[in-house]
């Protein structure tokens, strides 16, 4: 049969407007699998622990730290500096050596992302005085500790940078 000279004859499917919007569908799926494999590849959520039953156990240990740094009245004021430099000062303890060591760690625990927390071991500066450094603070929340082999400061929520930002222990904030 000739063709109908008043009909048109059809192009190339790929000229047409409507198998471009289905394929769009499935394509921008794709794309979004492929960032969120990426995503799920590259980062590491930290969440589940392998050793989860010795930490457990280890929570006594702790708790019995906490205690001692109230029974001294032992409190810290930590300062970390753009820069990285940390000072914290200890008060309290009257003279009792446990409260003042020759060296004290400093803990800046991210709260979703083990692989962000930072760590010092700071020495001794002057009287009640510890500094040393960390890799610089992103911003955004951290938990700040200060502890000794010893005793332990319970853990503070701050926002980076950390200023002038108060330790205390349970004793002395009236708990």
């Known amino acids: 049969m000739p063709p109908d000279p008043g009909r048109a ?16 569908g499935p394509a921008v799926v794709v794309v979004a699998g ?10 590491d959520d930290g969440l589940v622990a392998d050793d989860y039953y ?21 409190s810290a004021v930590v300062d970390v500096a753009p820069d990285g430099r940390v000072v914290v000062t200890l008060d309290g303890g009257g003279t009792d050596p446990q ?23 700071l020495v001794r ?3 009640g005085r510890y500094e040393g450094r960390v890799p610089p603070l992103p911003a955004g929340r951290w938990r700040v ?8 400061l319970p853990g503070v929520e701050a926002t980076a940078p950390v200023e002038r930002l108060q330790l205390t222990s349970k004793r002395q904030s009236g708990g």
Request: overall charge positive.
């Open 99 to 121: 409260a003042r060591p020759p060296v004290v760690r400093l803990w800046l625990a991210h709260p979703t992302r083990a692989g962000e927390d930072r760590a010092a071991t």
């Open 145 to 152: 500790i200060v502890e000794t082999d010893a005793w332990r």
């Open 34 to 43: 492929i960032v969120t494999l990426v995503i799920a590849v590259e980062s």
């Open 54 to 74: 010795k930490r457990g156990l280890a929570i006594n240990q702790v708790i019995e730290r906490g205690a001692l740094a109230a029974r001294l009245g032992v």
């Open 125 to 127: 500066a002057g009287e």
């Open 9 to 24: 004859t059809p192009g190339p499917w790929y000229r047409d407007r409507w198998p471009w919007i289905l394929i769009l």
